[in-house]
């Protein structure tokens, strides 16, 4: 939302998510604001990338552990395609020689469970 005159309000450097929040909250109040990103790409270390060709994951945040959930609600990130929920198994470890290792959580035990699938021991 532009403000009457038409001047930038405030500029924002970085589009990583606390820049991408503090400009939503600005926009929302009526300012006008301009974030400027150095990638090709918003989000920070909270986006995506494609480290190997058909697998798409974050980088680094992996889990939805510090977007408090009044920022959710106000900014309204549903209605723009934010979806969180529960990961099972919960991480996937691949090993070069093939062996992998899955963390997985238990929600009924309330405890995890941790499989180490080692594909070359004697059955
Ligand atoms: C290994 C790792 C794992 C993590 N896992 C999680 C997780 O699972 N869950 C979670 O919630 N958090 C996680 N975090 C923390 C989370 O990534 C950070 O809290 C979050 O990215 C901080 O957001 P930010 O907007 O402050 O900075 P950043 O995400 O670092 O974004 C900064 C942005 O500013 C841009 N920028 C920098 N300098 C300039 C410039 N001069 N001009 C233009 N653009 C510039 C950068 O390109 C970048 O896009 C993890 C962090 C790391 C390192």
Request: proline share 7%; hydrophobic share 40%; charged share 20%.
């Amino acid at each position: 939302m532009a403000n009457q005159s038409g001047q930038i309000d405030a500029i924002i450097i970085g589009a990583g998510h606390n820049g991408l929040v503090a400009a939503g909250y600005l926009a929302r109040a009526g300012k006008k604001v301009v974030v400027l990103e150095q990638r090709d790409r918003v989000g920070g270390a909270c986006t995506l990338e494609e480290p190997f060709p058909g697998f798409t994951m974050s980088p680094c945040a992996y889990v939805v552990s510090l977007l408090r959930p009044e920022i959710i609600r106000d900014l309204e990130l549903h209605r723009y395609g934010f979806d969180a929920y529960i990961k099972d198994p919960q991480m996937f470890v691949p090993y070069p020689d093939g062996n992998y290792l899955f963390f997985r959580f238990l929600t009924g035990l309330q405890k995890f469970l941790t499989l180490f699938c080692w594909r070359n021991l004697p059955q």
